[in-house]
């Protein structure tokens, strides 16, 4: 012990500082506490054991020490001495090996069983090991954040093994599943038009966290909020995962996309009074997790066992966990999974100013960084339209029911559609607010693809083992007249007219569309709406669906073209509504010009759409109505209207360029039953 300095406070977590690594931990209560070094990631036993003594390794609540002659690449774990009383909100326990809340990587998956809640034995051959990164070494040949605005954002969500781990992918094996098979499928993104790509959970998380025979595949189950999940890079060096995370961050800001992560601060997983201990209830449970009144018991705000507590320690935790994945991997925003947690207080009290996320809001680290909410959570909190602060853009769930609920032809929802086209100034009444703020969505990973919608009246979850207990029940599909797949051409041809219906509405509705990975080309769960646990081709990324669906993938390129290509589907403000008077940007009508149908009975909709200083004049007719009607045109001044979309007609006519979109004569069009058009003006 004599080569081991005192240390220092800050900062948390292992810190190459010169000729060594300082290591810093908080554990409130712990009577001591033992600093592991390990020669090799699966070394059974540490090869050194540093006791770390009140008197000289602990000010306040925090551990420290400096230990000359290690570097990078050093494999360590702590141990936790203290008392394991429940019902004090104490769960410490010697027998198990804990990882450093602020790892930056994360090893020993090759021997890694979960373990289980109360360990009589000690678990060191079996548990996972911090390493020790040196974040100043890697070369990021001057990269800088594309800094897209939200208004000229087009999102595609993706989870990052799925995306490429068919074996019709194209890539060698190693690169199947991985950071670095992305890297090569960047020409596809580009190709599609997207500008940022939304990542499912690449926090360290445990594939183990779910039902026996299965694997926890979305990765909504974090146990290191620092450290990129191993399993997704072709590396296996220690150290492999965080380079090749930075080399596909890097990758794709050269080709001009944006890298969002799915942040899942709510929950651990630790999970519950019964569920195991990785590292946060080991070292100070109750500072880490909020606690019923017994103490014994979690609060389960999330639906997952337990819920992080929003309390000084893990605030700054969070706060710091975000600045380091801005400054030090470059991400250039988050998606808050199950947002309104963190609105609540220590005791599960929703909060009017939430402190944590208004310091989230302004912290100048993250002050160019997007800031994405999911602004609900699984106790009942619902958020969207109010959420804190006042730079976080809102996963707009409105908009997928009522869109959903529109192309199916429920009653009703004419209003609510026109809503949801200009940016929903019903949901979002601020005058100051900027309407793509609004994150727009018809599918997301949580719920049927955009195929499943248009071929399933229900859920079909039988192979996650729970007797499809699991999964939303409301999930406003429409089968089309059969349940599931099907040869009869007159129903893929009506499928095929809906996924136009919806894709159309996603992309030229005011707000920032989010596409999910494969609903351009049909991608199917064969009717699964929790795909959580499916590490198999049931949620993989097809290839060999882009020369099935030549057609759909097209007119989905050319949705987002027509999106990235005009100034009016990136306007930064509500846009006026007739009013009478003065001329407006978007005049409402019906099947006759000016007189929008409101009823419950309608099933149609129809404006016109003026940008307010540049020469784009648009018209949108929604039929979902089950027969043909035909709509009144309004007269053009020396121009006329050219048909750009019609989703009833085969491909190529369904989508034209407006080069060479065809002559429409003036008066009526006649759309078809469940049908969109988009004419423009020239």
Same mark, same amino acid.
Request: glycine share 8%; proline share 6%.
């Given at each position: 012990?004599?080569?081991?300095l005192?240390?220092?406070?800050y ?12 290591f ?8 001591k ?28 609540h ?11 690449g ?11 009383a ?6 410490f326990?010697?027998?198990?090996v ?13 021997n ?9 034995f ?19 040949e ?6 897209i605005?939200?208004s000229?954002?087009i999102?595609?969500?993706i ?7 068919d074996s ?8 199947r599943?991985t950071y670095?098979?992305?890297i ?10 997207i ?10 998380f ?27 890079? /072709?590396?296996?060096? %220690? $150290? ?13 800001h050269? =080709? *001009? #996309? ?9 929950h651990?997983?630790?999970?519950n ?7 946060f209830k ?8 909020m ?10 705000y ?9 309390n ?8 710091d ?8 991997m470059?991400v ?7 947002a309104?947690v963190?609105?609540?207080? /220590?005791s599960?009290? %929703? $909060?009017k ?5 208004w310091v ?6 993250? =002050? *160019? #960084?997007?800031?994405i909410?999911e602004?609900?959570d699984?106790a ?6 109010s959420f804190?602060g ?8 409105p908009?997928r029911?009522d ?33 793509n ?23 079909h979850?039988?192979?996650n ?11 406003w ?10 040869d ?17 509405i996603?992309?030229?509705a005011?707000?920032t ?14 009717g699964?709406?929790?795909a959580?646990?499916q ?11 882009l020369?099935?669906?030549?057609d759909?993938l097209?007119?989905?390129?050319e ?7 005009l100034?009016?589907f ?5 846009l ?9 940007h ?6 006759k ?8 009975g ?10 307010p200083?540049?020469?784009e004049h ?7 109505y089950?027969?043909?009607?035909t ?14 979309i019609?989703t ?12 060479t979109?065809?002559l ?5 069009y ?7 058009v ?5």
């Amino acid at each position: 012990m004599s080569d081991v300095l005192p240390g220092q406070t800050y900062p948390l977590g292992a810190t190459v500082q010169g000729d060594g690594v300082n290591f810093c931990l908080f554990s409130k209560g712990a009577a001591k506490i033992e600093l592991l070094l390990f020669e090799r990631p699966l070394d059974p036993q540490p090869s050194r054991v540093i006791t770390l003594d009140a008197q000289r390794h602990k000010t306040y609540h925090y551990w420290h020490a400096f230990v000359p002659g290690i570097g990078a690449g050093q494999v360590y774990a702590y141990r936790a001495y203290g008392s394991f009383a429940p019902d004090q909100g104490l769960r410490f326990n010697s027998n198990k090996v804990l990882l450093d809340p602020y790892a930056q990587a994360v090893v020993g998956w090759e021997n890694y069983s979960r373990p289980a809640a109360i360990a009589p034995f000690d678990n060191c051959p079996q548990a996972l090991r911090s390493v020790v990164v040196d974040t100043s070494t890697y070369d990021w040949e001057g990269d800088v954040h594309p800094k897209i605005p939200y208004s000229k954002t087009i999102i595609h969500e993706i989870h990052v093994r799925g995306f490429t781990c068919d074996s019709n992918s194209g890539l060698a094996p190693e690169k199947r599943g991985t950071y670095a098979g992305l890297i090569e499928k960047i020409p596809y993104l580009q190709s599609l038009g997207i500008t940022a790509v939304e990542l499912m959970p690449i926090h360290e998380f445990d594939e183990q966290d779910a039902r026996p025979g299965l694997k926890n595949y979305w990765g909504y189950s974090t146990i290191a909020f620092f450290a990129p999940h191993q399993a997704y890079s /072709s590396r296996r060096d %220690p $150290l492999g995962a965080v380079d090749e995370f930075r080399d596909m961050v890097k990758a794709l800001h050269r =080709a *001009g #996309i944006e890298v969002i992560l799915d942040v899942v601060f709510n929950h651990t997983a630790e999970g519950n009074d019964e569920g195991p201990t990785f590292s946060f209830k080991g070292l100070s449970n109750s500072d880490y997790y909020m606690l019923e009144e017994d103490l014994i018991h979690y609060r389960n705000y999330s639906g997952c066992g337990n819920t992080f507590q929003t309390n000084a320690i893990a605030s700054a935790l969070i706060l710091d966990c975000l600045r380091y994945w801005a400054t030090e991997m470059h991400v250039d925003g988050f998606r808050f999974d199950l947002a309104s947690v963190l609105s609540r207080d /220590s005791s599960g009290v %929703p $909060l009017k100013h939430p402190p944590l996320l208004w310091v989230i809001n302004s912290d100048p680290k993250l =002050a *160019g #960084i997007k800031l994405i909410a999911e602004a609900w959570d699984a106790a009942g909190l619902y958020q969207v339209g109010s959420f804190a602060g006042d730079r976080f853009a809102e996963w707009n769930g409105p908009f997928r029911d009522d869109v959903r609920r529109f192309v199916k032809g429920d009653p009703g929802m004419v209003k609510r559609l026109a809503n949801r086209m200009i940016g929903s100034p019903d949901i979002y009444p601020q005058h100051d607010r900027e309407p793509n703020h609004s994150i727009n969505f018809v599918t997301c990973h949580d719920g049927f693809t955009l195929n499943d919608l248009v071929s399933y009246n229900r859920k079909h979850n039988q192979a996650n083992g729970e007797n499809s207990r699991d999964g939303a029940n409301d999930n406003w599909s429409w089968n089309c007249g059969v349940e599931g797949s099907t040869d009869n051409p007159e129903i893929e041809a009506l499928r095929l007219r809906q996924i136009k219906n919806f894709l159309t509405i996603l992309f030229t509705a005011q707000g920032t569309p989010m596409m999910l990975m494969g609903d351009g080309v049909r991608r199917s769960q064969q009717g699964n709406n929790n795909a959580y646990c499916q590490d198999n081709e049931l949620s993989w990324f097809d290839w060999s669906a882009l020369d099935q669906q030549t057609d759909l993938l097209r007119f989905t390129k050319e949705l987002i073209g027509l999106n990235n290509s005009l100034a009016v589907f990136s306007l930064e403000q509500i846009l006026p509504v007739s009013d009478g008077g003065q001329t407006p940007h978007i005049v409402w009508h019906g099947t006759k010009l000016a007189k929008p149908d409101w009823g419950d009975g309608s099933h149609c909709l129809a404006f016109t759409l003026h940008h307010p200083t540049k020469d784009e004049h648009l018209h949108f007719i929604f039929n979902a109505y089950w027969q043909p009607l035909t709509f009144e045109l309004p007269p053009l001044s020396g121009q006329h209207w050219h048909r750009i979309i019609d989703t009833d007609r085969p491909s190529p006519e369904d989508f034209c360029r407006p080069a060479t979109a065809p002559l429409i004569q003036p008066g009526a069009y006649t759309v078809a039953a469940r049908s969109t058009v988009v004419l423009m003006a020239a």
